[in-house]
């Protein structure tokens, strides 16, 4: 069974740092793009970054300079370095496997985790 499984959400203090992993089971992430989307209360999933899989990265203008997306195609994980966190952050962060090369958008996705809360607050 494909899984993806997002984990290193958390409560944060403002200007603080999270690293957010996603982990596949039953396939191998190497041939995928992955792309990182959030959802704010009540609002649409947006997304904020992916890579592809030969490594290219793209990022939403509102994030850039604090996200970083990697890949350790070793361990079968995507990772987002999140820094300088802002409240605005607060939201549910989810990744996703698609074979579309680096897309920010829901369709381009195939499979989806079931997300991790990052709260920003002080």
């Known amino acids: 069974q494909l899984q993806l499984v997002e984990s290193g959400g958390g409560l944060v203090q403002p200007g603080g740092s999270l690293k957010l992993s996603c982990t596949a089971s039953g396939f191998s992430l190497d041939n995928y793009a992955i792309g990182w989307f959030r959802q704010f209360p009540g609002e649409e999933r947006e997304g904020v970054s992916c890579i592809s899989s030969a490594g290219g990265r793209k990022y939403v203008d509102s994030v850039k300079g604090r996200f970083t997306i990697s890949r350790d195609n070793a361990k079968n994980t995507v990772y987002l370095e999140i820094n300088s966190l802002k409240p605005e952050d607060t939201a549910v962060y989810y990744c996703?496997?698609?074979?579309?090369?680096?897309?920010?958008?829901?369709?381009?996705?195939?499979?989806w985790g079931q997300g991790t809360q990052v709260t920003v607050s002080s």
């Open positions: 996703a496997a698609g074979y579309v090369p680096c897309g920010l958008v829901e369709v381009d996705y195939d499979n």
